[in-house]
């Protein structure tokens, strides 16, 4: 049997692992380094591509994160359901760092490889649609781009008759008695969450009485840094697309600019937010 080599009297590391690698097996690294596939000679293609595949881990990581809350909001757990929410900030600054790669694109680096992409868009990204799910923005039309992948489009089509996370926040608001109009809490869950007055100054009560709702205020706090954080998302989306393409049609066929402008201006969770002049 082979020892660990000694260096200096200190412990190295094993290097005779029996004929496997132990890490590669677990993390499945060498998976993922062999998923780069280029389609032009340019150089910068490859950022493009590893900084894209890095967003969607960062948005598999998330729709779990965002899971974990909602089934410990629905169990009543909320302490687990904070601990959730708070990993999700750590990884949504590590995800909005992933543009820093693209942010400075000139629009003829963007070009040298750009008609690679072809008809392919972010938009197209179904573990961005199931993450924007679980924030409430969803309509069944967003589902069309993924018919041609049945079993992404079956799991996106169960995903978007679930409760949102939001969606379980107010059932949870509700049976600690705080006033939920039936309508909220019974609405079609196809459809993008709306503002509610009611809603709006359960909040604001929640806000305006901090020794009696503690937990909830925490609870609030939390949703509202995810909220933000979505927002500069978008925000560094929008820039960065600004900067590479200027004004163009988007790769695919979206009006580009545009529309990541129109998107930038939502907030999620909105009663969080128009709640706070009301306190």
């Given at each position: 049997?082979?020892?660990?080599?000694?260096?200096?009297?200190?412990?190295?590391?094993?290097?005779?692992?029996?004929?496997?690698?132990?890490?590669?097996?677990?993390?499945?690294?060498?998976?993922?380094?062999?998923?780069?596939?280029?389609?032009?000679?340019?150089?910068?293609?490859?950022?493009?591509?590893?900084?894209?595949?890095?967003?969607?881990?960062?948005?598999?990581?998330?729709?779990?994160?965002?899971?974990?809350?909602?089934?410990?909001?629905?169990?009543?757990?909320?302490?687990?359901?904070?601990?959730?929410?708070?990993?999700?900030?750590?990884?949504?600054?590590?995800?909005?760092?992933?543009?820093?790669?693209?942010?400075?694109?000139?629009?003829?680096?963007?070009?040298?490889?750009?008609?690679?992409?072809?008809?392919?868009?972010?938009?197209?990204?179904?573990?961005?649609?199931?993450?924007?799910?679980?924030?409430?923005?969803?309509?069944?039309?967003?589902?069309?781009?993924?018919?041609?992948?049945?079993?992404?489009?079956?799991?996106?089509?169960?995903?978007?008759?679930?409760?949102?996370?939001?969606?379980?926040?107010?059932?949870?608001?509700?049976?600690?008695?705080?006033?939920?109009?039936?309508?909220?809490?019974?609405?079609?869950?196809?459809?993008?969450?709306?503002?509610?007055?009611?809603?709006?100054?359960?909040?604001?009560?929640?806000?305006?009485?901090?020794?009696?709702?503690?937990?909830?205020?925490?609870?609030?706090?939390?949703?509202?840094?995810?909220?933000?954080?979505?927002?500069?998302?978008?925000?560094?989306?929008?820039?960065?697309?600004?900067?590479?393409?200027?004004?163009?049609?988007?790769?695919?066929?979206?009006?580009?600019?545009?529309?990541?402008?129109?998107?930038?201006?939502?907030?999620v969770f909105p009663e969080l937010w128009t709640a706070r002049s009301r306190v």
């Amino acid at each position: 049997m082979s020892s660990a080599p000694q260096q200096s009297g200190v412990l190295a590391p094993r290097l005779d692992l029996g004929g496997t690698t132990p890490y590669d097996d677990y993390i499945r690294a060498s998976v993922l380094s062999g998923l780069q596939q280029t389609r032009t000679e340019d150089p910068g293609e490859m950022a493009f591509i590893v900084t894209s595949q890095v967003m969607e881990l960062w948005f598999t990581l998330l729709v779990h994160e965002w899971q974990t809350a909602s089934a410990a909001l629905a169990d009543d757990d909320l302490p687990t359901a904070l601990a959730a929410l708070h990993r999700s900030l750590d990884e949504l600054a590590a995800l909005n760092a992933s543009w820093q790669p693209l942010a400075q694109l000139t629009p003829t680096q963007f070009n040298a490889y750009r008609p690679a992409l072809g008809d392919g868009s972010g938009f197209q990204s179904a573990m961005y649609r199931r993450l924007e799910f679980l924030l409430g923005e969803r309509s069944a039309s967003m589902l069309v781009p993924h018919t041609g992948t049945p079993q992404m489009h079956t799991e996106l089509q169960q995903a978007l008759h679930e409760p949102s996370l939001y969606d379980e926040v107010l059932h949870l608001l509700h049976r600690r008695g705080h006033q939920i109009p039936q309508t909220v809490l019974n609405r079609d869950l196809a459809h993008r969450y709306e503002s509610n007055p009611t809603v709006e100054q359960t909040w604001a009560d929640i806000y305006a009485t901090p020794d009696h709702n503690p937990d909830l205020i925490h609870l609030g706090e939390a949703l509202t840094n995810v909220a933000e954080a979505m927002w500069r998302w978008r925000g560094d989306h929008l820039m960065a697309t600004r900067r590479a393409m200027g004004a163009k049609v988007g790769t695919g066929g979206s009006a580009g600019v545009a529309w990541l402008a129109k998107r930038a201006e939502t907030l999620v969770f909105p009663e969080l937010w128009t709640a706070r002049s009301r306190v």
